[in-house]
């Protein structure tokens, strides 16, 4: 399509050039054939390592290219078989690493796909929402604000629609849109008020614009190239690894510098006590750490899509472990957002909705009927926000249909709804040619803009409080309706002219159940040291008896004494220091504006917590972001908010924030013991070769009993520990802090006194052989620090619990690792091909029931240190 000054163009000019109807959008033909010829609305992404890179990628350790260098120049001087052995088993271990990063890798696409961008189209004749990446030039597309803007639009219409578009010019301030056509050819970006362009965000208003450009033909395509240079990021865990395994590399290194050494001076060989040197240390730097944590994070993610917590950022699956507290708004979170209306009040009385009468109270059910953005589909489905269907079906029951009513009431302006003002007005001409606005929001905020009723009659203020008190500490969402007659339209078209001086036309209670499962998180929450709080909109009874319900407020008397429930006006006339002092007793704020999440937010971290928190409107964004974790809406929840977030709830459900810190907390515990295995292992090897000189003992292992038991049979198991399930008493636990080091809580001392175990029981193998004469000693030191390591992998897949309590087939993955790492460990053994490469001899039937019996030793002592443990308080 050929490039227009958009800007210039009439709405009728732009939808002639582009083919496109007004109303009813593209049909589907020529949405396909259009679809072929532009390509799909994305930006093409930086290209994705191939499998072929991933693979390769996995010798780019510097430590692995000095093995193989060294293994060829061995070769080429002594034996081939070695180098190809050694060759070999790098090569395994290259190939599990792959598998693992390409699952993970797979895992991530999942994700991005998940999280990718939804688009409200009208094609024909119908709105649908569609992945963004659908759209084509000439589609209508609907906005409303939060949303990303899909592509570039030229709008034909503008309803105090204002856009963000920083992300394009840097202009933070938003710009106001209109439909009209401009004159300037050479007018910049920001000021082609007009035009939508992809990329940027809706703040406020409603708009509907036609597609112009798609993918990179977008102005946002044209420095797609920027976009593209983002950092990879890295979580506090990985941060830490890398610069712990930096030092550990050195202290390795020296290490081995030792080993070789006292291997020269005691004659060895110089070739192989290198080769030595070297295995050791490809066996000993834990390089691989970060990436396992990668890995380990994705896999998490991918597990936790399945329970409907769809990750954005990596790094949240690692740091859900340490939430405090988690702050949820209550409609549709904590409630099922199903709204009922149950009681009206009006003309000084309380009734049903089905007692509303269509001639008495015309005013009220024409008010419900079309202050209101619901929208009836095809197929007589209402689309929109629940309160307001709840609204407009009441009406309809009664004969007030919103689409009929509007052909001889038109909307001819608006004030549209936002979280701040919590209410919104419409304005319509009516059949005798004067101007009605409907207001519709908050019932108290309204009362206190009512002057009078709407028939003019005089205001029983202090009544209709009460009852507004009453609906509301029956746990109903109240608000009020209201209506103003105007001459000619309202100047300015502000709320601070429109919604004043209203004539009140009556309160509605709307019915929203509280969520079955969410009294059960609630209490999870609490057992596991965090505190659940409601942040809402609502009305402060509302919220109190809602949170009551759910076990969120123990009784409410005693809890509002003890400043547990504070209200967004109070909240404002606090300091930041006041607020500090209060914030960690209040459960329950209620009439709270989106900006004073951030406020909240930010008083809960200062005094040291660790805050998880909800959000669906584009003004929870800067909470989001602030927040530890920065929670979304999936179904509610406006793009921008999910922009923001770290994490989105695919089901709007707070108990689905609990599972997932659930399995953060599962999935951090399987690294540490990850780490707890290989560190352990590692730490053993090291021990053994390097006391061995200084006890008068030849080299215990050849190199290549060292890789192999490292890059192979420690593989394995290790990764299998991924799979272990969540301990019990999980969630019985205090948060981890958040900056507490990996090797806290026992673990640096257990690699350092297991290993040490571990190495002592392999060189005592070693000692009673030799003295015993024994031919094939070091085929039995090979198998008892190969076995030791497998004893040890079972013994830490509690922390706490006994082998024998948790079950020997908890984990099938370890399982089928530990069964196929012994097979292998026997065929390095007994297959007599592999005696030559391994430089094995069999054992007999007494020799290798004596390995049993020694490399047990490790798995009784680390079974012991837990029933020391198990003795003493959780911690
Ligand atoms: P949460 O508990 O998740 O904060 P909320 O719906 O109470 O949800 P908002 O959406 O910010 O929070 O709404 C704030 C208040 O605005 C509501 O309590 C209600 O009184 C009023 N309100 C909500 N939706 C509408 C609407 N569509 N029209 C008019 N008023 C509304």
């Not at 989106?594 to 909240?600: A, G, S, T, V």
Request: hydrophobic share 50%.
């Amino acid at each position: 399509m050929k490039k227009h000054h958009w800007h210039r163009l009439t709405v009728e000019e732009a939808a002639s050039h582009l083919q496109a109807d007004l109303e009813a959008g593209l049909s589907a033909t020529e949405v396909e054939r259009r679809l072929k010829q532009h390509g799909p609305n994305a930006l093409t992404e930086k290209k994705q390592r191939s499998p072929a890179q991933m693979f390769l990628d996995q010798f780019r350790d510097f430590m692995i290219l000095v093995l193989l260098a060294a293994a060829l120049i061995a070769g080429l001087i002594g034996e081939a078989s070695d180098t190809l052995a050694i060759v070999v088993i790098v090569v395994l271990n290259a190939v599990i690493g792959f598998v693992q990063e390409y699952r993970a890798e797979k895992a991530m696409a999942l994700l991005r796909q998940l999280a990718a961008q939804q688009a409200l189209v009208v094609r024909d004749g119908q709105a649908r929402q569609l992945p963004a990446a659908e759209l084509v030039p000439g589609d209508l597309v609907l906005l409303e604000a939060g949303q990303i803007v899909p592509a570039d639009l030229r709008l034909i219409e503008a309803a105090r629609l204002r856009v963000a578009e920083a992300a394009l010019t840097g202009e933070s301030v938003a710009v106001d849109k209109h439909s009209s056509a401009l004159e300037d050819a050479q007018l910049p970006l920001g000021d082609r008020a007009n035009l939508a362009f992809k990329g940027t965000s809706v703040s406020t208003g409603r708009g509907r614009g036609l597609v112009t450009a798609t993918g990179m033909a977008t102005e946002l395509g044209a420095i797609a190239d920027l976009l593209q240079r983002q950092q990879e990021v890295r979580t506090p865990l990985q941060k830490r690894l890398t610069v712990f395994g930096k030092k550990l590399a050195l202290a390795v290194l020296a290490v081995c510098a030792v080993v070789f050494a006292v291997g020269l001076l005691r004659g060895e060989e110089p070739l192989l006590m290198l080769l030595t040197a070297i295995s050791l240390a490809v066996a000993a730097i834990p390089e691989a750490l970060p990436a396992v944590v990668t890995i380990s994070l994705a896999l998490g993610a991918r597990k936790l899509v399945g329970q409907n917590a769809l990750i954005r950022k990596l790094p949240a699956v690692e740091t859900l472990g340490s939430v405090t507290r988690i702050c949820s708004d209550k409609t549709g979170t904590l409630t099922l957002n199903r709204m009922q209306l149950e009681q009206v009040y009006s003309a000084g009385r309380l009734s049903r909705p089905q007692q509303l009468d269509p001639v008495t109270q015309a005013d009220l059910l024409r008010a419900l009927a079309l202050s209101n953005d619901a929208r009836e589909d095809g197929a007589g489905q209402w689309l929109g926000d629940p309160t307001e269907i709840a609204l407009v079906a009441a009406a309809k029951a009664r004969g007030f249909d919103k689409t009929a009513l509007l052909a001889d009431w038109p909307r001819v302006a608006e004030l549209p709804f936002d979280a701040e003002r919590k209410c919104m007005t419409t304005i319509h001409r009516s059949p005798d040619g004067r101007l009605v606005s409907y207001t519709k929001g908050a019932s108290d905020l309204l009362l206190e803009r009512s002057v009078q009723l709407a028939d003019g009659a005089p205001l029983d203020r202090a009544r209709a409080e009460q009852v507004n008190a009453r609906l509301s500490g029956e746990g109903l969402r109240t608000l009020a309706l209201a209506l103003r007659w105007w001459t000619e339209l309202p100047e300015p078209l502000t709320a601070e002219t429109v919604e004043t001086g209203l004539g009140l036309l009556g309160l509605v209670g709307l019915l929203d159940p509280p969520r079955e499962e969410a009294r059960e998180a609630v209490r999870l929450c609490q057992s596991a040291g965090i505190e659940p709080i409601m942040i809402t909109g609502d009305h402060p009874l509302t919220a109190v008896s809602i949170a009551r319900r759910l076990g969120l407020l123990a009784a409410a008397e005693t809890a509002d004494r003890a400043g547990a429930v504070l209200s967004g006006r109070e909240l404002a006339t606090l300091t930041d220091e006041e607020l500090e002092s209060r914030v960690e007793r209040v459960r329950v704020y209620a009439r709270v504006a989106p900006q004073q999440k951030l406020r909240i937010v930010k008083a809960l971290q200062r005094q040291g917590q660790f805050v998880a928190m909800t959000g669906d409107g584009v003004n929870d964004a800067p909470a989001l972001k602030a927040a530890d974790i920065g929670i979304a809406m999936g179904i509610t929840g406006t793009d921008v908010s999910k922009e923001s977030a770290d994490m989105v709830l695919l089901d709007d459900n707070f108990a689905t924030i609990v599972k997932a810190v659930k399995e953060g907390r599962r999935v951090y515990d399987n690294i540490r013991k990850f780490i707890q295995y290989t560190m352990t292992s590692n730490s053993g090897e090291i021990w053994t070769l390097f006391l061995a000189p200084f006890l008068g003992l030849p080299i215990p292992l050849l190199p290549i009993h060292i890789l192999w038991i490292n890059l192979v049979t420690d593989g394995l198991p290790g990764l299998a520990l991924a799979a272990e399930p969540a301990e019990p008493g999980l969630m019985a636990r205090p948060p981890r802090p958040p900056g507490e080091s990996v090797f806290a809580r026992g673990l640096g001392g257990h690699i350092l006194w297991v290993g040490l175990l571990m190495g002592a029981v392999t060189l005592l193998t070693q000692a009673g052989c030799l003295r015993a004469g024994c031919d094939h000693w070091q085929t039995l030191v090979f198998t008892v620090l190969c076995l030791s390591q497998m004893g040890h992998v079972l013994a830490i897949r509690s922390q706490r619990q006994s082998l024998f309590q948790q079950g020997l087939l908890g984990n099938k993955p370890l399982v089928g690792a530990f069964v196929l790492t012994f097979v292998l460990q026997m065929a390095t053994i007994y297959v007599p091909a592999l005696n030559p490469v391994f430089k094995t001899e069999p054992l007999t039937a007494v020799e290798l029931a004596i390995a049993l019996a020694l490399s047990s030793v490790v798995f009784v002592a680390v079974e012991i240190e837990k029933f020391i443990k198990r003795r003493r308080p959780a911690i």
